[in-house]
């Protein structure tokens, strides 16, 4: 099991940048599938991209390709997702996720966070 909890959430204009930060705890971490989703209101819960446990494999959504960077650090239980270019169609809840190795094809997780909001305003 792996406790998740993110931060780094707020309100950004149009063109901005921000940087999603998720904390874990559990020592599998290391060995864990790695991601972020993403709930608009009204809408399901959208994969935004992927990070396998070497931290050398990623896998991203179209809509964010180019402008979102996902990294881990082992040495940390940390992972991030820096924001760039940020549209206000990227106004969501985003969310943590950590799984198996399979996760990464599956995009199934088992673990989730609570959530930080992101605003793009326009």
């Known amino acids: 099991q792996v406790r998740l909890v993110e931060s780094g959430g707020g309100l950004v204009q149009t063109g901005g940048s921000l940087r999603l930060s998720c904390a874990a705890s559990?020592?599998?971490?290391?060995?864990?599938?790695m991601a972020w989703f993403r709930q608009a209101p009204g809408q399901e819960r959208q994969f935004v991209v992927a990070?396998?446990?070497?931290?050398?494999?990623?896998d991203y959504a179209d809509s964010v390709k180019g402008r979102f960077t996902i990294s881990k650090s082992d040495a940390e239980n940390m992972v991030y997702l820096q924001m760039n270019s940020l549209k206000p169609e990227d106004t969501a809840v985003y969310y943590c996720?950590?799984?198996?190795?399979?996760?990464?094809?599956?995009?199934?997780?088992?673990?989730w966070g609570q959530g930080t909001q992101v605003t793009v305003s326009s």
């Open positions: 990070i396998a446990w070497s931290g050398s494999v990623t």
């Open positions: 559990g020592r599998t971490f290391s060995s864990a599938t």
């Open positions: 996720a950590a799984g198996g190795p399979s996760s990464f094809y599956s995009k199934k997780f088992s673990n």
